[in-house]
């Protein structure tokens, strides 16, 4: 029986670790050829080695989100190797600056939003095209439930750009409605990552008594899910024909988009 996702091609950003290296893993398992994408280049190497040592086909290179220029060319270097993108799952973000939200510096504020929503937007304009001429794509985002009121306190760079995200979904979805491309959004609960580890890092005084307990409490009471939970949610997504969604890992809707691509 042939894969739901063969012969097509993915894009992963931030897929050398984490939540990107599970959906460049699970995307390749429904059979998709899989382009990876993110700064550490030893952390797309060791992607794209796991992903052909499967019997995958993969490539990666190293590229920034936030920088036009570099993204261009790892975008170029990518497609020269396996295709044109149908499926761009954009997963790259950073949770950074953390602290009271006036006293943020506004261009590390700035340069947060260039990641985790300019980023998107920029992979969305080079991708798209294609999709288009094709009549086929998906477009899957990774955003958080600190998007949604009452957000993360002293973590506003970051809720504001995934709320911020989440309408570039809804948004972009509309516009789209009709052309074969999808556009969703997966909010992946709190998970096993290096980026929980860093928000677990944050002390007290920094990100105030809640959120810092909050962050605590993910890891000592086992809350954390496993990189594979949002992986499967994506690559469910990317295999179905919902579009304009917000998915929430552990809700009922989530489970019964995984069960329906399963
Ligand atoms: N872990 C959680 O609890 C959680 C919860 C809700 C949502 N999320 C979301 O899930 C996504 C993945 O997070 P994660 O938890 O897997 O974090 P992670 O382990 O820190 O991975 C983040 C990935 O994004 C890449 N990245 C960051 N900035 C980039 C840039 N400018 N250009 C290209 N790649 C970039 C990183 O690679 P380089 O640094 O090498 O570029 C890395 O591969 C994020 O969008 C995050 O907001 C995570």
Not at 5 to 30: D, F, H, K, Y
Not at 203 to 219: C, E, K, S, Y
Request: glycine letters at 12%; proline letters at 5%.
């Amino acid at each position: 029986m042939a894969l739901p996702l063969q012969a097509r091609t993915a894009l992963v950003t931030g897929g050398g670790r984490g939540i990107g290296r599970a959906t460049a893993l699970a995307l390749a398992e429904a059979g998709a050829a899989v382009a990876v994408l993110a700064r550490s280049v030893d952390e797309v190497d060791r992607t794209v080695e796991e992903l052909r040592a499967a019997g995958h086909r993969a490539a990666g290179a190293s590229g920034d989100v936030a920088d036009a220029t570099s993204l261009a060319e790892g975008l170029h270097q990518l497609t020269g190797e396996l295709g044109n993108i149908d499926v761009l799952v954009n997963n790259a973000g950073v949770s950074w600056p953390v602290g009271p939200t006036a006293s943020i510096d506004p261009e590390q504020f700035a340069q947060a939003v260039a990641i985790n929503l300019v980023g998107p937007l920029r992979c969305i304009r080079l991708t798209l095209p294609g999709m288009l001429a094709a009549g086929w794509g998906r477009i899957v985002n990774v955003t958080t439930g600190a998007a949604n009121a009452p957000g993360m306190p002293r973590a506003a760079a970051y809720s504001s750009s995934k709320a911020g995200l989440n309408q570039l979904t809804v948004n972009l979805a509309a516009e789209l409605a009709g052309t074969g491309v999808t556009v969703t959004a997966v909010d992946p609960g709190p998970v096993d990552t290096a980026m929980q580890d860093y928000m677990r890092d944050q002390p007290a005084d920094l990100i105030g008594d809640q959120v810092h307990g909050m962050f605590q409490r993910f890891h000592a009471d086992g809350q954390l899910n496993h990189p594979t939970q949002p992986a499967q949610l994506i690559a469910a997504l990317a295999a179905g024909d919902v579009t304009g969604e917000i998915a929430a890992v552990g809700s009922d809707r989530a489970s019964a988009l995984v069960d329906s691509a399963a």
